[in-house]
């Protein structure tokens, strides 16, 4: 009975650890794999101006998502035109079943408007850009249900004003509508409720 109760915690023990091993084995794959995704990703949006990708592990968060899957974010840094650093975030979602990636979210600055004396930056003080993607990508999951890459690019912003007295915001994204398909672009439009701020709608053209 004695060596009975003295080998049960032992066994717990080494039941934990091994599942703990294993947890650690899937978030290993998991960021590995997400992050072989974005870097396809960023050179596939970026052509020539992507040139060493690297991930700041630092940065990197990890955990299960509400379809059983493992969630991953993080950022990054590319080298761009004239060698200059070009920040970046990004998401995924990894099937420790499959070892497939979906929902790939990149997101940068990289394709700055060209200057000029009449160009104006929008004043996004009173939305939310963030929101607004948030909420494309989850149309674009709903409309592709098999969707593969997502890509905003943030230099495509406009914010222009809307009846009512709202704020629309749109932009440009790149969509992989199912695994191995081409990149498309899609053009996303995000209506906001006057001085709340508050998202009120998203369309998608595309």
Sequence with gaps: MN?????????????????????????????????SAVADTVRNMRGREA????????????????????????????RGAASRGVPFTYSCAFDADTG???????????????????????????????????ATAEALKQKYPRVGRIAFDVSTRKLLPAPNAQSRLEGQVAVERAPGMALVPITYRCMFAPRTGALVSTSLDG
Excluded: N
Excluded at 110 to 118: D, L, T, V
């Design 3 to 35: 060596a009975f109760r003295l080998a049960l915690p032992l066994l717990l023990g080494a039941t934990w650890v091994g599942a703990a091993a294993q947890a650690d084995g899937h978030h290993d794959r998991a960021a590995q794999t997400c992050e």
């Design 51 to 78: 040139q060493d990708v690297q991930f700041v592990g630092s940065k990197r968060a990890i955990a299960p998502t509400a379809d059983a899957k493992i969630g991953v974010k993080g950022e990054g840094v590319y």
């Design 100 to 134: 497939a990636t979906s929902g790939v979210l990149f997101r940068d600055a990289a394709r700055e408007r060209a200057a000029s004396p009449a160009a104006v930056e929008p004043d996004l003080t009173h939305v939310s850009p963030e929101a607004c993607e948030a």
